[in-house]
């Protein structure tokens, strides 16, 4: 009897855990879940997925102790069951030692946010790439970066505007410096503003993403 109420409260809270992890990581594959997965629903997880497996050595290893008389068969089902949670132990230990650690994002999604980033016509390349799990579903990136100056020339200058400005210079030589002063005002703000878009595209694609760091090379 306690061995029958035990199997079916264990059973109930293993399978809610599986239902909580399944929904929050649907498109990753079972061991994507188990590395990056809230660790607290794992830990359940696995606790009770021991409880009801370490449930069934117990009832085995009783009934062959009561049909055969020897009661080793008890003995061995203890022992099972211990190293059974010395496993999951382990487990644990690793998962949560690699949130310790800052392990690193998922790989598709660095790869996407490369792409992301390389897809913009202002920037030529991605030269350094790091990242950090904050917590569950909180993601920090910082990367290094390098600018295409002539996207970014073609973008402050359309339509003509360094023409006309160029016209209204006159060969003026005072004129000339205010432009450089200008223009040299311009380029970091103008930089400034494409990483703002750039992140805020990220984050709108990929909300996990909380912080984000782009240098420029």
């Known amino acids: 009897m306690i061995l029958a109420i035990s199997f079916v409260v264990e059973a109930g809270t293993f399978l809610i855990a599986l239902k909580e992890l399944k929904s929050t990581n649907g498109k990753r594959k079972w061991r994507e879940t188990l590395e990056y997965g809230d660790p607290t629903t794992i830990a359940v997880l696995l606790e ?10 117990a009832f085995v290893s009783i009934l062959l102790s009561k049909i055969t008389g020897n009661f080793y068969w008890d003995s061995i089902g203890s022992i099972v069951i211990g190293l059974l949670m010395g496993a999951m132990a382990i487990i644990l230990i690793n998962i949560n030692r690699g949130f310790l650690m800052r392990k690193s994002i998922p790989e598709e999604i660095e790869e996407r946010v ?9 920037i030529e390349k991605v030269l350094d ?7 569950v579903g909180k993601y920090h990136i910082k990367c290094e970066v390098e600018f295409n100056g002539s996207a970014l020339m073609h973008k402050m200058y359309r339509k003509n505007a360094l023409k006309h400005e160029f016209e209204e ?8 410096l205010r432009f450089c002063v200008d223009y040299a005002d311009r380029v970091p703000r103008m930089i400034g503003n494409k990483i703002d878009e750039v992140e805020k595209k990220i984050k709108d694609e990929i909300s996990e993403i909380r912080h984000i760091d782009i240098e420029v090379n």
């Open 48 to 57: 009770d997925a021991v409880a009801v497996l370490g449930v069934g050595i």
């Open 129 to 135: 790439f790091k990242s950090t799990i904050l917590d």
């Open 114 to 122: 490369i792409e992301i980033l390389e897809n913009d016509p202002a």
């Open 169 to 176: 210079m006159d060969n003026d030589y005072d004129e000339f």
